[in-house]
């Protein structure tokens, strides 16, 4: 049922892939997998800026009605969450990977939550080692799930530390580990005066497929933010883009053994939490 949801909204809005591979990585990251990030209400996950262009909740809402007609109080929000990335890669040309269910949804979400355990663009590699490992996950995981940024968009506000504006409010390049012909596509499609409304795909050449492109993209310079160039900057993570870019089975190989691990943060079970009727609220 998740997964019909999934194609069907993927096939009327190409985007939506993207949005539920976030969602889960915001899910995860923050309280662990609990479909927090599915609360509404003052103060909750959402409300923290870095949310705001999170998107996919309508996919998921689809897939709960449907579950609570035929298998009430059963599938929780968490569980979905996961099934429709896992999904949304797949239907995108992804690995095909199994994930064990069984996750039970929170009743806690606060915005004060999020900035601790969020990655930032300006993040170096060693604040995302630190963050990663906090969650149980390698050098290797933070490499291999960074290639989610294969597929999906972004505002121009979540790269624009890359560029300065002079005088005139005209952009240049600041980043000299931005190729400067990608810098000047970017400037083109986000100058300084764009709407806050404008989206970049993350990936300039395959942007709606699941593929290796991201790691070839590094490798040329073409990383959209920076914590994506440091990651062929740094000696340590350098091999492995290296690696990934050249042997697109190595990276699906990695990537079902990482998104494993990240679907598997946090996870509540037994008495702990609830299967929500609703995802956007506790049942109470
Ligand atoms: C490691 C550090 C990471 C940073 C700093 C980061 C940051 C960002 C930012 C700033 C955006 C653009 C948001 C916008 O402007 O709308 C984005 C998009 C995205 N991120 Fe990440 N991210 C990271 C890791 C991940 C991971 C681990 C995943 C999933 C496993 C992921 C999946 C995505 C996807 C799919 C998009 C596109 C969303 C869409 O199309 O709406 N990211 N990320």
Known sequence: MVRNTVRSASSADPTVPGKLLRLLFHDCFVEGCDASVLLQGNGTE????????????????????????????????????????????EMAGGPVIRIPTGRRDGMVSAASN??????????????????????????DDLVTLSGAHTIGTAHCSAFSDRFQKDSKGKLSLIDTSL??????????????????SVLINNDPYTSFMFDNQYYRNLLSHRGLFQSDSVLFNDERTRKQVEDFANDQVGFFESWGQSFF???????????????????????M
């Open 261 to 283: 691990k990240l679907t598997s943060t946090g996870v509540k079970t037994g008495d702990e939490g609830e299967i929500r009727r609703s995802c956007s609220a506790t049942n």
């Open 46 to 89: 959402q409300s923290d800026p870095a949310n705001r262009s999170l998107g996919g909740f309508s996919v998921i809402d689809s897939a709960k009605r449907v579950l609570e007609i035929f298998c009430p109080e059963t599938v929780s929000c968490a569980d979905i969450v996961v099934l429709a990335a896992r999904d949304a890669v």
């Open 114 to 139: 999020v900035r601790p355990n969020i990655v930032d663009t300006s993040f170096s590699v060693d604040e995302m080692i630190n963050l990663f490992s906090s969650k149980g996950m390698s050098l």
């Open 179 to 196: 190729n400067s012909t990608y810098a000047d596509e970017l400037i083109k499609q986000c100058p300084a005066d764009s709407s806050p």
